[in-house]
């Protein structure tokens, strides 16, 4: 803190600072040593008497003779300046985080097709859309979720079998097309629901991942019927390995609307029974340390998907970086320039006599 503070904060917005602020004690300094030499070069001549002066008119070269004394005092103090080295600094703050791996892992079988859930504009829509709108808001923020932002997402689906169409990747626009380009499978080789599958191909792609935190969300609609493989396999590998994961039971219970092509190209709703085995989900949950939820609407997908980036968040470290930009070439040239026009002054309209 110097006395120049309050001075040049409104310029700078309080980012200004000297390098070498006891420099600055030269300016009182230099300007005793010019006091000095400019008494010490004052010459005195004889005169008689001085009366004959007296009626003489005053010119404006006898007005401004201290103009030369002024340029080389206010340089000194320009000079003093330019040696405390003023800059302003342009703060930027860097925020580390090692980020959290998480692999969404989606159910694209058949089941996906009813129609139990409405979109923003109270329509009734597929779970699957329902679905992409959700995981949208949880990747990029928005409704009261901040968004996903340095973290390494990747996505899996499954029906009859998995796949895993987008890596684990930090190019999250690159996760959400391939999201949004997933369909539901709707031919036989495809029908099914391997939840085992779609949480092991999921755990492949985090097991080779080294990061604070790995997740997996596993959404789905139905209950495994793959007689090929046990989704409690999967489930005790994903504990061994430290993985989490949450599962959420997409739909309503009972039954719910399907959409069906008529004989002449109509589409028309039918009622059929829906099926979930949420203790299976639940059970795969509580091995891993995560947690189960059931999503029967929109909102309560989205509290869903809230409260998993509630539990999965990593402390930020923020560290704030000054760059400086130096600005003592300002008063050095400043300096320059009064001495020079004070020297140029006193040897020519300035000139002293002796």
Not at 46 to 65: I, Q
Not at 156 to 181: M, R, V
Not at 228 to 243: F, M, N, R, V, Y
Request: glycine share 10%.
């Amino acid at each position: 803190m110097t006395l120049l503070d309050p001075l040049l904060d409104p310029l700078f917005e309080g980012r200004v600072a000297f390098a070498s602020p006891w420099l600055l004690l030269a300016a009182p300094l230099g300007l005793v040593l010019v006091w000095l030499a400019r008494r010490r070069g004052a010459r005195e001549l004889g005169f008689s008497s001085v009366r004959l002066a007296d009626g003489l008119p005053v010119t404006w070269r006898v007005r401004l003779a201290w103009f030369p004394t002024f340029c080389c005092a206010a340089g000194v103090v320009f000079a003093a300046l330019a040696l405390a080295r003023p800059r302003v600094g342009d703060d930027r703050t860097v925020v580390k985080t090692e980020g959290i791996a998480i692999e969404l892992v989606v159910d694209i079988s058949g089941s996906m097709w009813a129609h139990d859930f409405k979109d923003d504009d109270g329509k009734p829509t597929d779970r699957l859309s329902a679905v992409k709108a959700v995981v949208r808001r949880f990747v990029e923020g928005g409704d009261d979720l901040p968004g996903r932002a340095g973290d390494v997402l990747g996505l899996t689906i499954f029906a009859g079998y998995a796949d895993a169409p987008c890596p684990l990747t930090l190019d999250h626009q690159l996760l959400l097309e391939t999201l949004d380009a997933a369909e539901i499978a709707e031919t036989p080789l495809e029908q099914g629901t391997s939840i085992a599958q779609g949480l092991a191909v999921a755990l492949g792609r985090l097991r080779e991942i080294e990061t604070k935190s790995r997740v997996v969300i596993l959404l789905t609609d139905g209950e495994h019927n793959d007689p090929d493989t046990d989704p409690h396999d999967a489930a005790d590998i994903a504990a061994e390995l430290g993985i989490r994961v949450y599962t959420i039971g997409m739909g309503t219970t009972g039954t719910a609307p399907y959409p069906m092509r008529q004989s002449d190209g109509t589409i028309r709703f039918q009622l059929q029974n829906v099926h979930l085995d949420e203790a299976l989900l639940n059970e795969i949950a509580q091995k891993t340390g995560g947690v189960y939820q059931r999503a029967g609407s929109i909102e309560s997908l989205q509290a869903i998907y809230a409260e998993i980036d509630r539990l999965e968040r990593v402390e930020l470290e923020g560290v704030t970086y000054r760059r400086w930009s130096e600005l003592f070439t300002f008063p050095l040239a400043a300096a320059s320039a009064l001495w020079v026009l004070g020297l140029l002054g006193e040897i020519t309209v300035f000139r002293r006599l002796g």
